[in-house]
């Protein structure tokens, strides 16, 4: 039996957070105000709430958050139209497309309209591309997240095995990238693995992103595993059964209070970063 570590994901948000006020504060000097443009499509619940954290977030730190609230039946057409004229706003310094939009819209389309420079939530096929070739672009927010967790805590990544369930294109198959570039072994799991729980018991550090209750259970896993749980369903839990971990695992990210707070943190730090590169023409294409 060991006792699992909680790997505290509001501690490392604080902490992103106070080392941008600097930052800020140079840009405020030079009249620039960071601005993250966050635009919702329709009238989903759980989305506004999304939108109105990340929007309060921005503002609690000085960064300007500018609201764009669309219709249900705006049209795939009309939407790029929009992100086109964010793109040319040089007072916009991020575009966030909150996630997912009405079915009638083409969701790649309108994510890869945006300019590779103001994508601070990864979701471009080129951000994509680039961070997985391990060049410069903003990784998607919660595998940056999940990756400055494993950092802070110095959890050794090189040499380990990593199993991610999941394959998300803005969650599973980024963060694989980003391990793969740490030189991590990964395997990818999804719905049509068979033996799934014969492959974690293998795993070093488990990403659990599959978007079901609790579906990870504690005697999957090995002993001393490290896990971390990307899952956010009904009723506050994560995708991994967290009481059956105890005296498994050696650390583990909580839900809520792990994943979710970092993943926040560093939307606010791309935005950041991207303000500070466009006010000098850095961005390397």
């Known amino acids: 039996m060991i006792d699992k570590i909680l790997l505290n994901g509001k501690d490392i948000s ?45 503002e609690k730190i000085g960064i300007k958050s500018k609201k764009i609230h669309l219709p249900e039946n705006i049209t795939t057409r009309d939407l790029t139209d929009l992100i086109g004229k964010l ?79 999941g394959r998300s294109p803005i969650l599973g198959k980024p963060v694989s990238n980003l391990l793969l570039n740490k030189n991590a072994t990964v395997t ?4 049509y693995t068979e033996n799934i729980d014969k492959i974690l018991k293998q795993a070093d550090i488990i990403i659990a992103a599959v978007g079901k209750p609790k579906f990870i259970k504690g005697e999957w896993l090995k002993t001393g595993a490290i896990v971390i749980d990307a899952g956010y369903n009904k009723g506050n839990v994560g995708d ?19 994943v979710g707070p970092v ?13 500070e590169k466009q006010s000098l023409n850095l961005f390397n294409r």
């Open 87 to 165: 793109n040319n706003d040089s007072n916009v310094h991020g575009i966030l497309l909150q996630h997912p939009v009405p079915s009638h819209i083409d969701e790649r389309i309108t994510f890869d309209t945006i300019n590779i420079e103001k994508d601070v939530d990864g979701v471009t096929s080129w951000g994509y591309g680039r961070t997985a070739l391990n060049l410069d672009a903003y990784p998607s927010c919660t595998p940056a997240g999940i990756m400055k967790i494993l950092d802070t805590y110095n959890i050794k990544v090189e040499g380990k095995h990593a199993a991610v369930v």
């Open 14 to 58: 604080s902490d992103i957070k106070k080392d941008l006020q600097g930052k800020i504060s140079n840009l405020y000097k030079n009249n620039i105000i960071p601005c993250l443009a966050t635009i919702l499509v329709g009238n989903d619940a759980s989305s506004e709430t999304y939108v109105r954290m990340k929007g309060k977030a921005c």
């Open 263 to 275: 993943t926040i943190a560093m939307l606010l730090k791309h935005t950041v970063e991207a303000a």
């Open 188 to 191: 990818i799991c999804h719905s």
């Open 240 to 258: 991994v059964d967290f009481e059956s971990c105890d005296g498994i695992v050696k650390a583990i990210t909580p839900v809520p209070g792990g």
